[in-house]
């Protein structure tokens, strides 16, 4: 018992001997960065910032892991405010957010890793990534961040159990400035502060997505990225088309997802890349490949086309989000030997993905 007591203790000082004290940053500083429309207010007692389509940044900040902490207040009105933090720039960090008008529901909160200005949140959802919580609207709310490493939990007011467990950051965990922002409503943000913490104590006990299931595609080779009116009408591949293409190496995540923000910002000249991947079969077969995407695709087998779809959001219905999962199964004329399989992915909003699970790998090996 004695030993168990003095063990606990060592950790915690140990703890609170890599710590800075935490720093409280006013919104009447100078070293906030703004961009957007906002004001300073007083709000219900507290000295505030009021953030409407907007963002404040930190940038003489450097924190790879340790606390951030806010108090925020938002009507009921469709929109996100959240906090940025472990940012490069202002177009690559980590994000957390909350959806005012998705109070109560599964994804009232949620996680997401942002490559080249683009959230990931149709690639990221559910258990890890959101959670449901009901919000108090138009009163002061007190947000907790205690980043560690690949893990982050999120405690709201007084909790002393974290709502949200992010326990598989995707960014590499390296150090960067930090920031708030709302998007598409207003809001109000008080006593901001940070802290330097080198092993921030992590309540959540330890968790990890399952495994990817045999089958799954791990390894893309991922062209540059180019405009979709490229591809326009074509069900075949031509050979010019092919040698302007450049190609790198991406691995895919547990889930079978390979995360193409990483490739490149999305403009009309940008919104599409090839995420390609070779077979090699026994016999001449037709295979059935189950697939999932983000927001528009076209597969290519051998050069020709075989699929085409789309998943926008709300392009179903007003309900519809376009999430990513394995939604889709195509068919693949396979002929003996090696085969090239070529998705054509187009991002249009909410992230850019791709999966690939073949049901069964009988008479057939995935090339790595």
Do not use: C
């Not at 906002?38 to 963002?55: D, F, I, P, W």
């Not at 177009?91 to 959806?99: A, D, Q, S, V, W």
């Not at 088309?241 to 910002?265: H, I, P």
Request: hydrophobic share 40%.
């Amino acid at each position: 018992m004695k030993i168990s007591v003095f063990l606990n203790l060592f950790v915690f000082a140990t703890t609170l001997a890599f710590a800075q004290s935490p720093e409280v940053v006013a919104f009447s500083s100078d070293r906030w960065e703004f961009s957007g429309e906002h004001t300073l207010e007083e709000y219900k007692g507290q000295s505030a910032v009021k953030l409407t389509n907007g963002r404040a940044y930190l940038s003489d900040v450097s924190l790879k892991n340790g606390i951030i902490e806010y108090d925020i207040a938002f009507n009921s009105e469709r929109g996100f405010v959240g906090a940025m933090f472990r940012m490069q720039d202002q177009e690559n960090y980590e994000e957390y957010y909350m959806r005012a008008h998705q109070s109560g529901n599964p994804d009232a909160m949620q996680y997401t890793p942002v490559y080249n200005g683009m959230a990931g949140w149709q690639l990221y959802y559910g258990e890890g990534h959101g959670t449901p919580h009901f919000y108090r609207f138009q009163e002061w709310m007190h947000v907790k961040l205690v980043i560690a490493d690949q893990q982050m939990e999120v405690y709201i007011d007084n909790m002393n159990v974290p709502v949200l467990h992010a326990f598989d950051l995707k960014r590499k965990a390296e150090a960067g400035f930090m920031g708030i922002y709302t998007g598409g409503k207003e809001a109000y943000f008080a006593n901001f502060s940070f802290q330097s913490v080198e092993n921030p104590p992590i309540k959540s006990a330890p968790q990890s997505f399952p495994a990817a299931k045999e089958g799954t595609v791990m390894q893309w080779e991922v062209s540059n990225a180019f405009g979709s009116k490229q591809l326009e009408n074509q069900t075949e591949l031509s050979k010019g088309f092919k040698s302007r293409l450049n190609w790198r190496t991406l691995m895919s995540e547990s889930s079978g997802t390979v995360n193409l923000g990483q490739v490149s910002a999305v403009a009309e000249e940008t919104n599409t890349v090839v995420a390609k991947f070779t077979v090699d079969a026994d016999q001449k077969q037709i295979k059935p490949l189950l697939i999932g995407y983000s927001d528009m695709v076209t597969v290519f087998v051998n050069g020709k086309a075989v699929y085409g779809g789309q998943r926008n959001f709300r392009s179903r219905d007003y309900r519809y989000l376009g999430t990513i999962g394995y939604f889709d199964t195509v068919y693949l004329p396979l002929n003996k030997g090696n085969n090239e399989v070529w998705f054509a992915v187009t991002e249009n909003f909410g992230g850019w993905g791709v999966r690939a699970r073949f049901p069964s790998s009988e008479n057939i090996s995935i090339a790595e």
